[in-house]
């Protein structure tokens, strides 16, 4: 796929979500988000948008990582007529000043001039009160539809007591990411150079018709969480990454380890599998099996999440980890075999210290399969007699329908790909878990984000022992389908923020009092839902908003409120008697 052709084809999926009630630059936001966060560069992010020109502020969306204490904030320089034109290391600056500026507002109590209702409130509050305590690093993020073809480093004044980074995204970045083989990210480390140290591995006797290299050894735990402070969740394993996010990241049992009995932590721990496309190791004595470690390229761990993200935490609390190691196991694997293959299997037979398998967490969950299959083979019912022409796209991967697109070798191929699998009716996992766990009851959890929202709802599939079925498939577009009204419901209401809580409680709540009573099978046939459950929607949502923008303690932060299950709970006790009463059994 070429970037002139990634473009066009992005601008048809901007084009797809923008509607008049849209503002098509937190579209545009909002899917480079779910890229960043699929890919593991960012956790869950939120649409939070403020600006004050005449005060040279400006923020587009934010999105927090608990375990790295890191807030990235976003802003976009977007202009929906200029896909791809050029823009200058000036305005790049520009524009990145108006974020830092927002920034170094809210420190100071910006929030205390801000309407509560406004879209950036929570945003504001959020700084003011977490700066210097869990906001320990800021991470920058320019986001753009130009090419940043200068690609020079910004320097700007930093901000007292805080590790600053900034990061620009240009749309050809964005090309770049999505157009890469899945699997390992581009990371080169030369552990001597960067970190001052390095350790030594003893080869494993192979064949040599093996199309890899095994090695064994230690890393010092100091060195391993030193590269996780640069490299984060980037250097995890992409297909499982997100998963390790939303999991408990630091083991309790590996932390008091560290604390109160380091010499034993070899002993306990079972250690990392790490595979890297390629490994510049030196001999350490002629003859020996012994090699010095100087530089992996591609370097990712595949088993032993728990155990980096612990020593990284007890290394941050200052817990002394100069005499502590972690056994690790590297695969070199060579190019000719490919990186994917090896590296899903080495996920899935490595021992993890989850409860659950590696091969649960990877990407390619059967239930994942299974409704990619059910989706390549289900036709979308027709409404005029006439045989189905359409089908719904589910993508197993963020940008495999891009792919998919620019795979079709003729325009005639692809507008036919199109027609057949249209824009409007590509589903994602993170929205499919979405609309799953919206009706099942638990928008506090959807509320805590997509990639954490995600790994509930494949735990639930699992816990329950759910069939995902051509039943399952067509009921959860169903499910969709009465997601997406409720979110245009919604923006047709204005009700000044906090849109994507007002909607999963709205649907939650919808099924509270519908229970089993709704049809999703007939609203799959009719790819609709009907006016009464439409004005039921707009009825809960009033009664949404109410509930969720008044917390029981004046003052807390309404998003954060929102993940919280005694949101939910309160919500069902004190309104579920009062919207049934204003409701009418209705069988769609």
């Known amino acids: 796929m070429k970037l002139e052709d990634f473009i066009a084809t992005f601008i048809e999926e901007i084009d797809s979500q923008y509607d008049n009630a849209s503002n098509s630059e937190q579209v545009f936001v909002e899917k480079i988000g779910e890229y960043l966060s699929e890919n593991g560069i960012i956790t869950d992010i939120e649409l939070s948008f403020g600006q004050k020109s005449g005060q040279g502020l400006k923020v587009n969306a934010y999105s927090f990582n608990e375990e790295q204490e890191t807030l990235s904030i976003f802003i976009a320089e977007y202009d929906r007529y200029k896909f791809g034109k050029t823009i200058s290391k000036a305005n790049v600056e520009k524009t990145l000043r108006r974020v830092v500026k927002y920034y170094s507002k809210s420190i100071s109590g910006m929030k205390n001039e801000m309407e509560e209702t406004a879209e950036d409130y929570p945003l504001a509050q959020f700084i003011f009160e977490q700066h210097g305590k869990s906001i320990k690093s800021v991470e920058f993020f320019m986001l753009t539809n130009n090419l940043y073809k200068a690609n020079e480093r910004i320097i700007l004044p930093e901000i007292k007591g805080l590790k600053v980074k900034y990061q620009i995204w240009d749309i050809e970045r964005l090309y770049q990411l999505i157009n890469e083989t899945q699997g390992l990210d581009n990371i080169e480390i030369n552990f001597e150079i960067q970190f001052g140290k390095t350790f030594e591995l003893i080869k494993v006797p192979n064949n040599e018709n093996v199309h890899f290299d095994c090695y064994m050894g230690f890393i010092p735990a100091d060195l391993l969480a030193m590269s996780y402070e640069v490299w984060g969740q980037r250097l995890i394993e992409r297909n499982v990454r997100s998963f390790l996010q939303a999991r408990g990241n630091v083991n309790r049992g590996i ?334």
């Open 255 to 588: 932390r008091d380890t560290l604390r109160k009995n380091k010499e034993m932590f070899v002993a306990y721990n079972n250690g990392i599998s790490t595979v890297a496309e390629g490994a510049i190791l030196e001999v350490a004595s002629e003859g020996s099996n012994l090699f010095k470690v100087k530089e992996f390229k591609g370097w990712q761990i595949v088993n032993g999440g728990q155990t980096t993200a612990s020593v990284f935490h007890a290394l941050k609390e200052g817990i002394d980890l100069s005499n502590v190691f972690v056994q690790v196991k590297l695969t070199v694997v060579q190019s000719d075999i490919g990186m994917n293959n090896m590296t899903a299997k080495i996920s899935e037979y490595a021992n993890t210290q989850n409860k659950i398998s590696m091969s649960d967490l990877k990407a390619n969950h059967p239930s994942l399969i299974h409704l990619e299959t059910i989706s390549r083979t289900t036709w979308i019912p027709s409404s005029d007699g006439t045989k189905s022409s359409s089908k719904w796209f589910f993508e197993r991967a963020r940008g495999q329908y891009l792919v998919e697109v620019n795979r079709q070798t003729t325009p005639a191929k692809k507008k036919a790909f199109q027609k057949e699998n249209p824009k409007n009716k590509v589903l994602s996992k993170t929205n499919i878990a979405k609309y799953y766990m919206s009706w099942n009851q638990c928008p506090h959890i959807v509320s805590k984000g997509g990639e954490t929202n995600f790994e509930a709802f494949i735990s639930l599939l699992e816990e329950k022992g759910i069939d995902v079925d051509s039943v399952f498939f067509k009921e959860t577009v169903a499910k969709g389908i009465l997601f997406n009204t409720c979110d245009k419901i919604i923006k047709e209401l204005d009700l000044p923020g906090y849109k994507a809580n007002v909607i999963t409680y709205t649907i939650s709540m919808l099924s509270y009092i519908y229970k089993e009573k709704l049809n999703f099978l007939k609203i799959w046939e009719q790819q609709s839902i009907s006016f009464e459950l439409q004005n039921n929607l707009r009825l809960i949502a009033s009664y949404t908003w109410n509930h969720i923008t008044n917390p029981p303690i004046a003052g807390t932060n309404v998003t954060q409120w929102c993940k919280r299950k005694e949101c939910w709970e309160r919500f069902v006790d004190e309104q579920y008697t009062n919207i049934e009463k204003h409701i009418k059994e209705t069988v769609h």
